[in-house]
T-cell receptor, first 112, second 114 residues
């Protein structure tokens, strides 16, 4: 069975600073995908970044980067230069075949 | 323009009264999903369709049913809502299956049971 663990219920960061949101996972599948989604208070889940289990390089998408450490089974999200609009719930998820398993999420609050 | 549209955004239903939530997509994606997200919890997959093939999660209660009459629409039917079914219900789509299955989500329907 797959399992995603996000150990940080909440994180605070000042505007323009970088922040790392932690995610560890457990799976016996050799092929899997790791995702990060952002969920603002309005409710929709917004895709941020994807990392495949066979990808050699860490994924980057603008201010988002994924620190993928396969041996440690971790896939931490790094947000550089935080903005007030980054305040939201962040979910780490893992794919198997066609479905996603989500972690419990981390609430990020960005202060001025 | 919204690509995955859920209606209504907010739904209030009476205990035990059947309710249907709807989802439509303009992406022409093969796969459609329904997730249940209770307050401060992770989204939990209820079921998904790969084209017309229905896939039910093992722990999805029988009280929850789904219909997909065509590629664009998918419905979630709750036959006898209980207080414990109050949650955000998220519809999502993906183009194909596989591990790189980026899912596109709607804005969700927040269900209240009174």
């Amino acid at each position: 069975a797959q399992k995603i663990t996000q150990t940080q219920p909440g994180m605070f960061v000042q505007e323009k600073e970088a922040v790392t949101l932690d995610c560890t996972y457990d799976t016996s599948d050799p092929s899997y995908g790791l995702f990060w989604y952002k969920q603002p208070s309005s409710g929709e889940m917004i895709f941020l970044i994807y990392q495949g289990s066979y990808d050699q390089q860490n994924a980057t998408e603008g201010r988002y980067s994924l620190n993928f450490q396969k041996a440690r089974k971790s896939a931490n999200l790094v947000i550089s230069a935080s903005q007030l609009g980054d305040s939201a719930m962040y979910f780490c998820a893992m794919s198997r075949y066609s479905t996603l398993t989500f972690g419990k999420g981390t609430m990020l609050l960005v202060s001025p | 323009d919204a690509m995955v549209i859920q209606n209504p955004r907010y739904q209030v239903t009476q205990f035990g009264k059947p309710v249907t939530l709807s989802c439509s997509q303009t992406l022409n994606h093969n796969v459609m999903y329904w997730y249940q997200q209770k307050s401060s919890q992770a989204p939990k997959l209820l079921f998904h369709y790969y084209d017309k093939d229905f896939n039910n999660e093992a722990d999805t209660p029988d009280n929850f049913q789904s219909r997909r009459p065509n590629t664009s629409f998918c419905f979630l039917d709750i036959r006898s809502p209980g207080l414990g079914d109050a949650a955000m219900y998220l519809c999502a789509t993906s183009k194909e299956g596989g591990v790189k299955t980026e899912a596109f989500f709607g804005q969700g329907t927040r269900l209240t049971v009174v």
